[in-house]
């Protein structure tokens, strides 16, 4: 097992991005003192590999959200702990179990959630398995939890309103979605201690879309306070969830805007060498649909997929020019170096490297359109346990922990996709 080191890194003069929780239009900041012991936090960071950052990032996708806390779970008896946890949806909400709990509670604090949203073994897990055998138990099971979950929703998570929407007064709340979350509010109080992921050891971002501006938000643990309502915004989905009211403006779940967390991360610029664990729960590629229902299996993968490749292939772009800029101003002369220009690149051109872990879930052929919202106990350990296998396997490389020798380098890495395995350095 790795083991955590910490001691004093010379970089962890953490940079304040200018692009800060200001560029969201509608955003509110915070401002608040920081103690002595958020001071020794920000300069005392756990290294894996020489890295001065470790970041988890979970996007959004109900249900398959399980995926997650299996691989947290891997990552942990690595001797893996993140430092910076971002999520959007689903995934702010283990994001914020993860930073809101000491470390040897994490997991099981996890499980409780997943645990509790996803119930006993409900009558279609046992039922279905005893007509059927193979993936058309795990089909017939995965439906019908779907269908529970519509009609009923899903204990410590949502529940119908009653009356439905079509019957609530015009211009309310409660006229925009057909489901309550307020018991997913008393579960976060539960479970998560919002005093501790406000103490600075641990940083927290969480994404959410304003409604009126539709303009992205970040709420950020190192700008202002995190609250319950923050992550209840994050993954506050309509028509089936209400928007969530923070100092006076609306929000809903960030995914209808991006759900991926990576370009925050990397905007930040944090000047610290980083390693990125990048977990998705829609795959971008697969096979051309042979009928209707894959059809729609195919188009939400592709919609709410992370397009992490994109990024990082815009991302290692940039970092080329950052490392030439770098090698130019090595031989300025000093009257150059001290132009406004030279130090405008100079301050956007920090020397950083970069691991970037991908992990993204593969569904099981028998998993249709409802899979991020089938809350049965089988699917939530079938998804656990992928993610935790799917950690094992990626870790099991050791050059994703090995910082890279290139300045400014990034290093991509994708241990799940057998045609494509790949390393790629800029």
Request: charged share 20%.
């Given at each position: 097992?790795?083991?955590?080191?910490?001691?004093?890194?010379?970089?962890?003069?953490?940079?304040?991005?200018?692009?800060?929780?200001?560029?969201?239009?509608?955003?509110?900041?915070?401002?608040?003192?920081?103690?002595?012991?958020?001071?020794?936090?920000?300069?005392?960071?756990?290294?894996?590999?020489?890295?001065?950052?470790?970041a988890l990032l979970l996007q959004g996708g109900g249900a398959l959200g399980a995926y997650q806390g299996g691989v947290y779970e891997g990552l942990i008896e690595h001797g893996i702990e993140p430092s910076w946890l971002a999520g959007i949806s689903i995934g702010a909400i283990n994001s914020a179990i993860i930073a809101g709990n000491p470390l040897k509670e994490r997991v099981g604090k996890l499980r409780a959630f997943w645990e509790s949203v996803s119930g006993e073994a409900r009558g279609a897990d046992t039922f279905w398995s005893?007509?059927?055998?193979?993936?058309?138990?795990?089909?017939?099971?995965?439906?019908?939890?779907?269908?529970?979950?519509?009609?009923?929703?899903?204990?410590?998570?949502?529940?119908?309103?009653?009356?439905?929407?079509?019957?609530?007064?015009?211009?309310?709340?409660?006229?925009?979605?057909?489901?309550?979350?307020?018991?997913?509010?008393?579960?976060?109080?539960?479970?998560?201690?919002?005093?501790?992921?406000?103490?600075?050891?641990?940083?927290?971002?969480?994404g959410a879309v304003n409604v009126r501006t539709g303009n992205f938000a970040y709420f950020d643990s190192r700008r202002h306070p995190i609250q319950v309502k923050h992550v209840m915004a994050s993954a506050a989905l309509p028509p089936g969830f209400p928007a969530i009211e923070i100092e006076g403006e609306f929000y809903w779940d960030g995914g209808l805007v991006t759900n991926n967390p990576l370009s925050w991360v990397l905007e930040e610029r944090t000047g610290l060498d980083t390693l990125i664990f990048q977990v998705d729960l829609w795959n971008s590629r697969g096979p051309m649909p042979g009928d209707l229902a894959q059809v729609a299996v195919r188009m939400k993968d592709i919609q709410f997929s992370s397009r992490t490749r994109a990024v990082t292939d815009a991302f290692r772009?940039?970092?080329?020019?950052?490392?030439?800029?770098?090698?130019?101003?090595?031989?300025?002369?000093?009257?150059?170096?001290?132009?406004?220009?030279?130090?405008?690149?100079?301050?956007?051109?920090?020397?950083?490297?970069?691991?970037?872990?991908?992990?993204?879930?593969?569904?099981?052929?028998?998993?249709?359109?409802?899979?991020?919202?089938?809350?049965?106990?089988?699917?939530?350990?079938?998804?656990?346990?992928?993610?935790?296998?799917?950690?094992?396997?990626?870790?099991?490389?050791?050059?994703?922990?090995?910082?890279?020798?290139?300045?400014?380098?990034?290093?991509?890495?994708?241990?799940?996709?057998?045609?494509?395995?790949?390393?790629?350095?800029s």
């Open positions: 097992m790795r083991l955590l080191q910490t001691k004093a890194c010379s970089q962890c003069n953490m940079k304040a991005s200018s692009a800060s929780i200001a560029q969201t239009s509608g955003a509110p900041t915070v401002t608040r003192s920081v103690s002595s012991s958020e001071v020794r936090d920000a300069a005392t960071q756990p290294l894996v590999g020489g890295f001065g950052s470790v005893s007509l059927f055998v193979g993936d058309g138990a795990h089909r017939a099971a995965i439906e019908i939890a779907a269908g529970e979950a519509l009609v009923g929703g899903v204990p410590g998570f949502f529940a119908p309103r009653i009356p439905p929407p079509p019957l609530q007064p015009k211009n309310t709340l409660a006229a925009t979605s057909w489901y309550e979350t307020k018991d997913l509010g008393s579960t976060l109080e539960h479970l998560v201690d919002f005093d501790r992921i406000n103490s600075g050891s641990v940083r927290l971002s969480v772009r940039a970092q080329h020019l950052r490392a030439a800029f770098n090698a130019l101003l090595a031989q300025l002369s000093p009257e150059l170096a001290a132009l406004p220009e030279a130090r405008l690149l100079a301050e956007a051109s920090d020397p950083a490297v970069y691991n970037i872990v991908e992990m993204i879930y593969r569904s099981h052929t028998y998993e249709g359109q409802s899979k991020d919202y089938a809350f049965s106990r089988q699917t939530m350990e079938d998804h656990w346990r992928a993610g935790y296998r799917d950690a094992k396997r990626t870790l099991a490389h050791p050059e994703v922990l090995e910082r890279p020798a290139m300045p400014s380098a990034v290093q991509v890495f994708d241990y799940l996709d057998p045609p494509n395995d790949r390393v790629a350095e």
